[in-house]
């Protein structure tokens, strides 16, 4: 049959619906768990771009047309295939199918439809009366993938035909499995004849892949490598099938493997093929129920199905591996593990969508690590699946930790899940101070989002969520009753907000600088940025740099200053976090549109394509086969910063328009998923991007802010005109669950709040002077004024609320 492009695949055979099941136990089929479930349709156009399969202890990643090119970047070539963590099993597999004399690979899918839990390939073969769909999922806690292909004959004819699948192991480690003496070596393959199944063992490590079939097989004597990979094993193995009139033909094939054991991957192996319909049917009922959590429902409904979705994408995403832990990891393919800073911004979207176990659990991981490799509280920046940490923390992610282990708490009132990371807490902002503020003046030197070669300065993003961090742990140790540290912290938050808001406040600019410096130090990164602008041909960004270039060589001052420079993103972190006064808010609000374009915000603000703007675009075919480069990007995470800043100040009109920009991504390539770099571009799953929707759609339109440890919400809604009605269900706050529906008409606007708990109080509450009128439950009340809020006190169970302007 040949090598069939060196790719491979191996299958079983069954009749399902009546028909006879070759040589196998069960009597029914994974499709027909496909067939009720909701589904998202991939565009022909995209075909040629990569899908996942996922499961916590094992994913696949190739292409949507069915087939498995090399690809991936950080381990290049790499980053597809099959992987079970810290390895990976297989390249890939491909199957073909002969009818006659004439041969069809099955690489070129005409469909694929997206799942929760799985997905599916449709395709055609030639001129025949055969077509084929292949179905597949990956069990929970188990490494290993079920695959099943129906082929139907629409013909009266019994049709034989001949199914071949080559198959190419390639075990070998994870990305810098070298520092944990992970060497890859030469896989050995053999096949089980009795058992119809290959076994393949790295040959100096306990590494093993086992895939075959319920189906007696014929395999082919050679095995042999890919030219390009000499470790790998490629094996062929062939299946003859009549496929009766009318009928289909369902072929199952089981893959599992492990890092640790031939004992392990076989017992994988043998409860997949055993039960993969039973396994499927837990997932699938698993998987679907995420979203009984945060139900929310609009008027808008592309936005509701983003946010459905994306708790699907989350799941996707999560590794469990022995050994390590269980943790969101940040997007595939090219980051199937663990960063600090991504953390952050996820788990404060999924603490809002129900998802407290996965929180919990990637919290854990992450800090674990974190304590085992630096113990002063610095929270560290990337972390293979093996262990090996690259980088022991960027200045941010620390303070961002901080911040988030307080909305955990807000969310969950957990005292002994406060108790247990405070001593962090304290330790990380010691060391943010000590080890990092050289000139004792409270804003940290060092790295923090942008890794921009040079900007290690005082970082206006460190700046803010350090600010953030203080006020956040003052809050937590007046909790634990740590007064007198409580003090210390405020005291340091109050003097960081007006540091920030006076040293990198640039008026003439309207905008917050990127950072603080010396004169010589700008310079350097001026000139970089003169050359980064120009060879992006963004004319505008070069004039404007040669002439602030210009005016800081003729400036006399010698004091470090703030400059905005670069306009990053990240200048929009204090509007993020709240630390901005109003008046400078609304100017750098303001300004920060000059920097988007249709999809979002850019990474990068001297990167705008003026040109390229126009027009939508696809980011991927802009860049073509160049190497991978986040130059030039607009990314979902900056907008979700920029969309949660213009609802803190009162913008959520401006906050719905960026949300529907970041939406555009959301199916733009892959149907069901949301691509890191907007709209096609970079990780096909991205972690963080749960941000610009679990942030400001719950916790800001809906207004549901918790207090779990007060057994208190506030819900204070701010919506833009668009949303009309809708209803955000089952928000789970401590031992309590939260619903809010909304009806907003010309005048008024109707709320009825729900919540599960009897003791719980609810303040309902309302900018002063916003609305003439207020209603409760029918009657007529006049609210509470508390600061420049108006507000009402909910004690019962179910409440209704009208407001009248």
Known sequence: MGKLYQRAVFIALMFSNGLLYAQTNTNITIASLFKVAPFLKGKTSFLGTPFNTAGD??????????????????????????????????????????????????????????????????????????????YQFVPDQLPGLQIEYAIKNTSNQSIQIEFNIEAVSNLMPVWLGERTGMINSKDLASFDPSNN????????????????????????????SKTNKPNTAVSNTTYKIEIKPNAVYYLPFTIAGSAKSKEQAMSSYNQIKNAAASLLAIK??????????????????????????????????????????KGVVAGLPDYPWWFGGDMVYTLKGLIAMGR??????????????????????RIVHEVSTNGAVFNPGNVNETPQFVSLIWDVFCWTGDTLFLQKYFPSVVKGLNWVLTENDSDGNLLPDGAGMMEIHGLTSEMIDVAANTQKAFADAAKMASYLKQELLAKDYQQKADLLKVKINTQFWVEKDHSYADFIATKQQALHLMEDAIVRADTLGNGWAVKELTKMKAATVLDT?????????????????????????????????????????????YVTGIDKNEKRDLQEYSYAASVGKNDFTYTGTVMTLPTAVQIIAENNYGRPNEAYDLLKKVNKTFGYALPGSMYEVSPDYGMMTQAWNVYAYGEPIVKQFFGIRPYAFKKQVIVSPQLPAVLTHGSIEHVVIGDNQVSVSIKQEKNSIDF??????????????????KFKSWKLNGKTIKPIVVGNMEQIEIFMQKATVLLNN
């Open 557 to 601: 001052t010698s004091k470090n200053k703030g400059f905005v420079m670069h306009h990053n993103w990240v200048v929009n972190t204090p509007l993020e976090t709240g630390v901005a006064e109003q008046d400078q808010a609304i100017k750098a609000l303001n300004t920060a549109k000059r920097f988007s374009n249709g999809f979002g915000m």
């Open 284 to 325: 699938k009922k698993r998987v679907l129920n995420l979203n009984q959590y945060s139900t929310l429902t609009l008027n808008d409904n592309a936005i509701a199905t983003s946010f459905e979705w994306l708790k699907y994408n989350s799941d996707w995403l999560t590794q469990d591996v022995e050994g390590i832990g």
């Open 57 to 134: 202890k094992l994913y696949m990643i190739g292409h949507q047309d069915g087939s498995f090119p090399d690809l991936g970047w950080h381990v290049k070539d790499e980053m597809g295939g099959i992987w079970h963590h810290p390895i990976k099993l297989m390249d890939g597999f491909n199957a073909s199918i002969k009818v006659g004399k004439k041969a069809y690979v099955l690489d070129k899918a005409i469909g694929f439809v997206n799942y929760p839990f799985g997905n599916k390939h449709i395709y055609t073969v030639g001129s025949t009366p055969l077509s084929i769909e292949r």
């Open 356 to 377: 407290k176990d996965l929180v919990y659990s990637t919290i854990d991981l992450v800090h674990g690590i974190s304590e085992k490799t630096n113990g002063n509280g």
């Open 197 to 224: 199944r290959w076994m393949v063992k790295d040959s100096l490590n306990p590494w093993y892949v086992v895939y075959g079939s319920t189906v007696k097989g014929e395999a082919s004597k050679m095995v042999f």
């Open 752 to 769: 009825t709040i729900n919540q599960n708990a009897n003791d719980w109080k609810i303040l309902f509450q309302q900018p002063v002077g």
